[in-house]
């Protein structure tokens, strides 16, 4: 049964320690979409973080984080906006068409070079809103949002018209969906115990896969 991911985010005023840890996509996961062999489902490991919450954070995020907890839980995914850029940012990606028409997949790919196999992740939920819109070329010129393409649901680039033969690349930001994997949420007493400290100390996310993309 497919996992539904909500266009909510996760409050991300997190601490400089927050943990990072990648691991690869071997336990069954709600949100997958089969197996690519016994052993490994999907062309690259899944991520997770370690989210510190600190001074910074406010009593809005803080009630937010609640509420996406007690509403979510581990049975929904929501959006995530990691705090290192190498996580939300993609640079000159080259974009494979989508059969027989004038779309594009916003994709990630990874490589260590040495004819070591590139990994790839397509990008279902790009950013789009103003200095984070995705830069988009074909054969190196710069095309225009609106005029010659438009950013559909699933990170796809949709032009106007037929780019012919032409290499599209693009530079994106984009949000990793997640699900909540921590059991419970903290809040702090204050010493004299008369009210809560509005502070969630810690919570942990993973990456969720989304059915047919890979």
Known sequence: MALTIYSVQLPTEVEAGSKFTLSDMTDQNPGDSGYIDPVRRFPHGKRGWQLVFGNRITVNDVAAVEQMFDVLGQSGGFLFWPPSPRHRLATDQVLPKIGATNS?????????????????????????????????????????????????????????????AAVITSTFYYYTPCIFVSDSLETELSRDATQILEKVSSINIEEVFVVGAV
């Open 104 to 164: 594009y997949q916003l994709r990630a790919t990874s490589s260590l070079g040495g004819g070591v196999t590139e990994i790839y992740r397509s990008i279902l939920y790009p950013r789009t809103d103003g200095v984070y819109a995705p830069v988009v070329k074909a054969n190196g010129v710069t095309k225009t949002l609106t005029t010659d393409y438009t950013i559909e649901s699933g990170g796809v680039v949709l032009f106007v018209a037929s780019q012919g």
